[in-house]
């Protein structure tokens, strides 16, 4: 039986598997909610069970039902990866109409860059970095940090981006870059508050120096609840200082 119901198309689903449309609904609504609630300080498993009860409440769907919905969906992954397209598309439809005010782009701070946007690592200094350190920034709690300047050639550089926040704890984000156009964004925790952004722009060659760079900026940008978790895997914490 299972064999036979693994060729029906997705018309021909058993009539207790949820329909399509309902199915991307409800997944759309677990992701947005599980990603609100990656940005709280402290959720247990079993506020995320709760969580998920309720969601299935409000769409009026018993869990006897997903679960069968969900094994329908094991036996047909033509069927599974259109969904997941589907969710994907609707979510990125959401997060347009919620994160966007009147047609204009998340809200950014502006620039907190203090040094000037044009800067020069000259071998003459016997230095082959710039650091830089920028206290206090006017920024809110889980606001993405964004660093941006561009150089005129290409140059393997490696950068680092971190804040410290007023517990003494911190985390950073390195990269390796190679491009004329750099950008790093770091996801500041939505709990804290931070009192210092600090970097480095480290030139791996010297035979590239002197290197000039331009149009420099760090500015914050308001919490993308979806992105939050994502972003925040490949940052680094360490602390207290």
């Known amino acids: 039986m299972v064999s036979v119901i693994g ?25 947005l909610t599980e990603a609100y609630l990656n940005t709280q300080g402290s959720v247990t498993s079993k506020d995320r069970e ?16 997903l679960d069968t919905t969900l094994a329908w969906y094991g036996r047909n992954m033509d069927n599974y990866v259109e969904l997941f397209e589907k969710v994907d598309k609707e979510i990125n439809r959401r ?30 200094s016997g230095q082959d970095a710039f650091s830089f350190s920028i206290p206090y ?10 660093l941006s300047f561009f150089l005129p050639n290409s140059t393997n550089l490696k950068n680092t981006l ?28 939505s709990s804290k508050v931070v009192s210092r952004i600090f970097g480095t722009i480290h030139v791996k060659e010297t035979k590239s120096l002197p290197l000039f ?14 992105n939050y978790r994502s972003k925040r895997r490949s940052q680094k914490s360490f602390g207290p200082f």
């Not at 760079?213 to 979806?226: A, P, V, W």
């Open 7 to 31: 060729l029906f198309s997705c018309s021909h689903r058993p009539s207790n598997v949820l329909k399509e449309k309902d199915m991307v609904n409800l997944i759309v609504d677990m992701e």
């Open 50 to 65: 709760e969580m998920g009860k309720r969601i299935l409440a409000d769409h009026g769907i018993a869990e006897e039902t």
């Open 95 to 124: 997060r347009k109409k919620y994160m966007e005010i009147e047609g204009e782009n998340l809200k950014v701070s502006d620039d907190l860059w203090k040094f000037g946007e044009h800067l020069v690592i000259s071998p003459l």
């Open 137 to 146: 920034p006017e920024i809110e709690k889980g606001e993405v940090i964004k």
């Open 162 to 189: 971190g804040v410290e926040y007023q517990d003494g704890f911190g985390e950073a984000l390195v990269n390796n870059s190679s491009k004329n156009k750099v950008e790093m964004d770091l996801q500041t925790d």
């Open 213 to 226: 760079i331009d149009s420099i900026s760090i500015k914050g940008e308001q919490i993308d609840t979806l």
